[in-house]
């Protein structure tokens, strides 16, 4: 049994709403009735701090300390919260402790940093190297936002010096965005021709001519932005004086106009408005706290570290505790409130240390809560005493540590795990050999891996690695026994190492270092020594004994090692991220319901044996994780996934499709270059997406206009992902026009269409299928150990793709309409069980999901503590098709709940109906109960149907024919129990 903590407010069902300026607090206060009766407990919101202006996710966070007032007015959001309280619910916080938004004008620590460089008090804030490799980026942040070259730019007249006359605020201007300009460095603007401003008249004695040649002493007189590291009275007389500087020659344009005018003249002389000569402001800016750039010099010179290689989110040093309070305080507070009760940590790889994060979050939580203690430790295990998830993505071979002080993680891993279950795994080889022929290429998945991880090392994130290599260097010359490796050597071992890296990250610290961490490190070290045998595997050796705290003689662990190893582990997870979820998972496309977040391909399917070990080992040690099916970031939502699931139990069927559709849309395709367009692995990632995602409802010609736009869209995001064809940094817009004109005329009118007529009777067979995948997947999320979450929208049938796909605006009136609908005629029913049997039949409709999620989470309700706490107990399944059937039993203390869900359906059988019922289909298999459930008698919630235990040679049994009657789901408690 898992240990209770009692002082954490456990979920019992979430449901994840994306909050934006289309999807407000006032829109989600009026959803919370409807949630109530669906039978969610908490709302799981996306990020809503105050985030980049038009955000439409809230992870570009630019001020912790208040909400984004595009989503609503602190008022709103307490009514939002009363609403949640008066129906007994309470909401869970998405929050983003890694980096923040610096795109525009609206982060005050960012452009601090930008105005005032290493003197900025926000200077340690963000991870910048200000003493990167490169002399002329020494204290400087390198800001790569120009759409070309910088001195293109410059003399295109892009980039302009403005004047706020009001504030005496000079900034740097360029397409939309403004930075501002170092104080220390207005008097070369100021007192440029300063000396025309007299003009041979009296000026120079006017009081306002006197103050301005002050005012410009007063400037010049601001102590240097690089010198102030160690004095922080002179840092804060800087940043003090700068302000009130800037205040003063504000107020003297606004009393002499003759200065002003002055002012705008230079101002214009500067921007070579007349002379076209720009070498005045060139030289302003390369005196700048900041190096103007190409974007695509991010790649290899960036000294600031990035949300993965996005260069408008800046990581920032979460270690530091004064970075920690001023992210956190406002999260306290409303935490002390009562206002949030659980939170979500996004992205946590990339903080400097995670499980020191965690520790600090519970224990500011704890004194926020005013608990006398932060965490209980019970068998080596740390129970937190508030309810915290992770976005944590764990390989198979990986396991949570469970002296992290969460509560789990955000339900990747279930999601996988639970996908497996409906891929009929005999049919791997089958359906590769499809694939490979179809594409007329034969891939290797480890091999692809490990190619994608070297583009991206060297193409995308390579700044970060330099950093690592000099650090790296740095160690090495400071023993005599590694001083001979050169910098190239390095940077080649590290790439290998990188490449072979079979986790996101390690967690080793100055006290930790684990054994399954130390075994990563030593498999991936290993692997790269083996495809480099001809080097110096010494300096493999090196390294391992660095990333493992094996300090050599003379190195200081402190200043030395420990910043190598923590930049280290904070990298891998970037390497693995863009090149395995960004870069691989966009080219394998043999079967794409196993190409998610969370999923490997390598993974063909899970066994049932295997599904109950993860739920038992779920149950036992993180039985309060989260457990997902779709989330935001998914790149095909779980009723996708679902039916391409199907192509896994009928392969016959699928290649004998392919080939004709291939045939019948052979004159489409065109060349390009040396290209087919679209390739043919690009072909048949098409066919699998429209396959997923075509509605259930028949389109008319607008509606498929509008379909085929959300494909076009996500076959140029696929291809630039997949970085072969087009790339997001290069695209092909010859092979990406290409790829369009082929969805287009494919998918061009519904009637006199031959691909449509003969792929739509497929279409429509598999699809049928996926929603009885689908609803049995709900089904077992439901009822697994762990908190169920509901991905908005998703509580019907939702064929969507990855973002922006995903975050489409729901129609939530429909849903509440609904389940209005559903409710009322359900309780009216004079028969459950007919009434659930008409919602198999007519499933396309939606009903059914609705139907399940609404039942069993009103169930959990009344039961709570069996789902939260109860035990998780596999049951055998025996006859002709007990691999078709999945089934535990839940119990605790005098509760107990027995779950039985289908799959496999397409070979499986039916009834007369064509429906996966009764005995034609089911025959002779059963579901064997232990002997410790003392019932004869128990009743399916979902059906009413009353199923009767056999006894038979000392064991007792039920029936599948008999449970499955009417539908193909059950959850049987005790006829006793209620």
């Known amino acids: ?16 709403l994306q909050f934006n300026k289309f999807f407000t607090f006032a829109d989600g206060e009026k959803l919370i009735p409807y949630l109530h009766k669906l039978g969610i407990s908490h709302c799981y919101a996306s990020p809503y701090l105050k985030a980049r202006s038009g955000s439409l996710h809230g992870y570009d966070i630019v001020d912790h300390s208040q909400l984004n007032p595009e989503i609503g007015s602190l008022e709103d959001f307490e009514s939002m919260v009363a609403c949640l309280h008066h129906h007994d619910m309470k909401q869970i916080l998405d929050i983003v402790p890694n980096h923040m938004g610096i795109g525009g004008d609206d982060n005050h620590w960012w452009l601090d940093v930008l105005e005032h460089g290493p003197a900025s008090k926000y200077a340690a804030y963000f991870d910048i190297d200000w003493r990167p490799f490169k002399e002329e980026l020494r204290g400087k942040v390198l800001l790569p936002r120009l759409g070309k070259h910088y001195g293109e730019a410059l003399e295109d007249g892009d980039i302009k010096l403005f004047l706020s006359s009001e504030t005496g605020q000079f900034t740097i201007c360029f397409y939309d965005q403004y930075l501002p300009v170092d104080p220390s460095t207005y008097p070369y603007i100021l007192e440029y021709k300063s000396d025309s401003l007299s003009g041979g008249n009296s000026i120079e004695t006017d009081p306002y001519f006197l103050e301005y040649q002050s005012l410009i002493t007063a400037f010049k007189n601001l102590p240097d932005r690089n010198t102030l590291l160690n004095d922080p009275e002179r840092r804060e007389e800087r940043l003090r004086d700068s302000i009130i500087f800037k205040r003063r020659l504000g107020e003297i344009c606004q009393k002499c106009p003759a200065i002003k005018e002055f002012i705008f003249s230079i101002v214009s002389i500067f921007n070579g408005e007349q002379t076209k000569n720009f070498d005045l402001l060139h030289h302003l800016l390369e005196n700048q706290a900041y190096r103007l750039t190409y974007w695509r010099v991010a790649a290899y010179e960036i000294n600031y570290r990035r949300f993965f290689d996005v260069n408008d989110l800046a990581g920032i040093n979460m270690e530091i505790p004064e ?11 409303l935490i002390k409130t009562g206002k949030i009760d659980g939170l979500r940590i996004d992205h946590p790889d990339g903080l400097y240390d995670p499980p020191q994060y965690y520790q600090r979050l519970t224990q500011y939580i704890a004194e926020a809560k005013e608990q006398p203690s932060q965490v209980q430790v019970i068998d080596n295990s740390a129970k937190p005493n508030f309810y915290i998830v992770i976005e944590k993505i764990l390989a198979s071979y990986e396991h949570l540590p469970q002296s992290w002080s969460i509560c789990g993680t955000t339900g990747y891993d279930f999601a996988n795990i639970c996908n497996g279950i409906f891929i009929y795994s005999p049919t791997q080889k089958e359906l590769e050999q499809i694939y490979a022929r179809f594409i007329k290429y034969q891939f290797d998945f480890d091999r692809l891996l490990y190619k994608c991880k070297k583009v991206i090392i060297k193409t995308r994130i390579s700044s970060d690695l330099t950093v690592l290599v000099n650090m790296l260097d740095n160690i090495a010359q400071s023993s005599r026994y590694s001083r001979d490796f050169t910098l190239n050597g390095l940077r ?29 490190i030593q498999w991936a070290i290993a692997q790269a020594k083996k495809v480099n045998p001809g080097e110096d595997t010494s300096i493999f050796d090196f390294i391992q004994g660095i990333l493992l705290l094996e300090v050599p003689t003379g190195v200081d662990i402190y200043q030395e090692i420990i910043p190598f190893v923590m930049r280290f582990q904070q990298y891998t997870g970037p390497v693995m991220a863009k090149a395995f979820e960004d870069t691989a998972l966009y080219t394998y496309n043999y079967l794409t319901s196993l190409n998610d977040v969370g999923c490997d391909p390598r993974n063909y399917g899970t066994t049932v044996a295997a599904f109950h070990r993860e739920n038992q080992e779920r149950a036992q040690k993180w039985p309060y994780a989260m457990i997902a099916s779709s989330t935001h970031d998914s790149k095909r939502s779980e009723d996708v996934r679902t039916r391409i699931n199907v192509l896994s139990e009928i392969p016959a069927k699928w290649r004998k499709f392919l080939n004709l559709w291939r045939r019948i849309n052979i004159l489409k395709i065109r060349k390009s270059k040396d290209h087919r367009v679209p390739s043919y692995n690009d072909e048949y990632l098409f066919y699998q997406t429209i396959l997923g995602t075509w509605p259930l409802y028949e389109m008319d010609e607008k509606e498929l206009a509008s379909y085929r736009d959300r494909i076009e869209i996500y076959m140029i995001k696929a291809v630039r992902e997949a970085k072969i064809y087009s790339s997001w940094i290069s695209p092909d817009h010859e092979y990406e026009s290409g790829l369009i004109e082929f969805i287009h005329s494919t998918l061009s009118n519904i009637e006199k269409n031959r691909f449509l007529d003969n792929f739509l009777p497929f279409q429509k067979e598999v699809a049928s299928y996926g929603l009885l995948n689908s609803a049995s997947q709900v089904f077992l999320k ?24 995903s975050r489409a605006p729901v129609n939530f009136s429909l849903r509440e309409q609904m389940l209005e609908d559903l409710i009322d005629t359900a309780n009216k029913a004079q028969s459950l069980s007919t009434y659930t049997y008409d919602l198999l039949k007519n499933r396309e409709d939606g009903r059914l999901k609705l139907f399940l999620i609404w039942k ?59 429906l996966p019922l009764g005995e034609s289909c089911w025959q002779n298999t059963q579901v064997e109960i232990p002997e410790a459930v003392e019932c004869k008698i128990f009743r399916n919630i979902l059906t009413d149907q009353q199923i009767e235990v056999i006894p038979e040679l000392g064991k007792y049994y039920i029936n599948s024919s008999q449970v499955f009657t009417h539908f193909p789901l059950a959850l049987l408690i005790p006829s006793t129990m209620d």
């Open 323 to 333: 970075v920690f309070m001023a992210t956190h305080s406002f999260i306290l507070e």
């Open 1 to 16: 049994m898992p240990t209770e903590v009692s002082s954490i407010n456990i979920p019992r069902a979430t449901y994840r």
């Open 856 to 914: 069993v989470l009103n169930f959990r309700a009344k039961c709570s503590q069996l789902f939260e706490n109860g035990e998780y107990v596999p049951l055998s399944t025996q006859g002709e098709k007990a691999d078709h059937l999945c089934a535990f039993l839940r119990k605790n203390e005098n509760q107990v709940a027995i779950i039985v869900a289908s799959r496999w359906f397409s070979i499986l059988g039916s009834d007369d109906n064509g």
């Open 492 to 520: 080649e071992a590290l790439i290998e190492i990188l490449a072979y890296f079979p986790v996101y990250r390690t967690y080793i610290n100055v006290d930790r270092v684990s054994e399954e961490d130390k075994r990563f």
């Open 782 to 805: 439901l009822t697994a150990p762990g908190v169920p979450d509901i991905y908005q929208g998703n509580e019907l049938w939702e064929f969507r793709l990855v973002d922006p796909d």
